[in-house]
């Protein structure tokens, strides 16, 4: 998925999923509170959002955690 179009769909189509250690569960990245992006900075390549931490809070146990995401056909 090297098309940002194609990340940006997956994303509305609630595909994308980060992991809280809190909660010990996978969360829909379109129900979590997305605080921050961190950037991978040595990677280079085509997908750079497969590679970034997201920064987000936690809607059930409401802490703020970061995960990198994960993609869930």
Known sequence: MSNPGEFLQ???DGKIWVYCPVCEDAKNINDVENID???HQSY?????WWHDIRVFKCPECETVQQSKIEYQP
């Open 44 to 48: 280079w390549g085509d997908e750079p």
């Open 10 to 12: 997956a994303c509305a």
């Open 37 to 39: 992006c961190i950037g």
